[in-house]
Nanobody, 120 residues
Framework: QVQLVESGGGLVQPGGSLSLSCATS????????LGWYRQAPGKERELVAL???????NYAHSVEGRFTISKDNAKSTVYLQMSNLKPDDTGVYYC??????????????WGQGTQVTVSS
């Protein structure tokens, strides 16, 4: 069974840093891309950062320059290093895998996520 286990969330003051981890099963790690998403209270889930199988990265404009996505193939783990955190970064953070074919791309099942709260 495919599994995603997010960890590393917590309460941090504005300007602080957090590092999130997402342990995945091997089958997920062979997906076309792995991404971190977040859902703020009362808002829809949004893509925060994406890393492709080849290592290319993309970021939401709101986190560019502050967040870094990376992966460790040997550990089948994807990371999100977050710095200079702002209250608007508050939300539940999820990782997921993207699978693409000639017909388009789709996401796998969601994990339970990890809560990030940025507050003084």
């Amino acid at each position: 069974q495919v599994q995603l286990v997010e960890s590393g969330g917590g309460l941090v003051q504005p300007g602080g840093s957090l590092s999130l981890s997402c342990a995945t099963s091997g089958s997920i790690f062979r997906a076309d891309a792995l991404g971190w998403y977040r859902q703020a209270p009362g808002k829809e889930r949004e893509l925060v950062a994406l890393i492709t199988k080849g290592g290319n990265t993309n970021y939401a404009h709101s986190v560019e320059g502050r967040f870094t996505i990376s992966k460790d193939n040997a550990k089948s783990t994807v990371y999100l290093q977050m710095s200079n955190l702002k209250p608007d970064d508050t939300g539940v953070y999820y990782c997921n895998a993207e699978y693409c074919s000639d017909y388009g791309c789709s996401l796998g099942s969601w994990g339970q996520g990890t809560q990030v709260t940025v507050s003084s």
